[in-house]
């Protein structure tokens, strides 16, 4: 699965001379957090709901809303956006995204191509392309098992699973401490309601399961 999967395309934007009060209601109509600020279709900075709300005097601190909308009216977007923006391409793996954004602890990632924007992916579209592809939506059930680390140990648990349950909603790897080790694990979903024969086949393999669940 790659951005462009996800990615929400021609997304809201704002130019740098636009108001704050601009992009504050930019934001609150469509219920949006980050606003890309674009000169024609090239990207040039970011505003968040947070770098809005920071700039911004509460409305509560003034005298009427007329001298917060005055306020509001005279700061424009490029005097509080961030320039140095991070972005992302179409083509980039999901995960990808997703870890680059932990690591930048950035809450969306505008889409670039040959310098255009051409989308934005927030953290909501990434975990909602996880939760799918880890087949968490579907009624599966949830096994974790110690294994080697190697391929071999995949192979050997995928043979059990699609003899004794069928398929395989999902399957990922961890690490987790297991007999004061740390170890690989894999986290198995799989599409039944009752895991016990599977389980039983598992371990009668040599294999350690940590848990299961429905």
Same mark, same amino acid.
């Given at each position: 699965m790659r951005v462009m999967d996800r990615? @929400?395309?021609?997304?809201?934007?704002?130019? @740098?001379?636009?108001?704050?009060?601009? %992009?504050?209601?930019?934001? !609150?109509?469509?219920?949006?957090r980050h606003l890309p600020v674009v000169e024609g279709d090239r990207l040039v900075g970011i505003v968040s709901d947070r770098d809005l709300k920071k700039a911004a005097p509460s409305p509560f601190d003034r005298d009427t809303a007329e001298e917060f909308v005055r306020f509001t009216s005279a700061v424009t977007v490029k005097e509080v956006m961030s320039k140095e923006v991070v972005t992302t391409s179409p083509h980039c793996p999901i995960e990808e995204a997703a870890a680059l954004m932990f690591e930048k602890r950035i809450g969306a990632l505008p889409v670039v191509q040959e310098g255009r924007l051409?989308?934005?992916?927030?953290e909501t579209d990434v975990l909602e392309a996880l939760v799918e592809a880890m087949g968490i939506r579907g009624s599966c059930s949830r096994v974790e098992i110690v294994v080697e680390d190697t391929p071999a140990a995949l192979y050997a648990i995928g043979d059990i699973v699609r003899e004794r349950a069928g398929d395989i909603a999902s399957i990922m790897t %961890?690490? %987790?401490?297991? @007999?004061? !080790? !740390? @170890?690989?694990?894999?986290?198995?979903?799989?599409e039944t309601d009752d895991p016990e024969e599977t389980v039983k086949a598992i371990e009668k393999a040599g294999y350690a399961v940590l848990s299961a669940a429905v």
């Open positions: 990615m @929400r395309r021609s997304p809201v934007s704002v130019n @740098r001379s636009d108001t704050l009060h601009h %992009a504050l209601r930019t934001l !609150e109509t469509w219920k949006i051409v989308g934005i992916i927030t %961890a690490r %987790a401490t297991y @007999r004061g !080790e !740390e @170890r690989k694990v894999l986290i198995v979903r799989i």
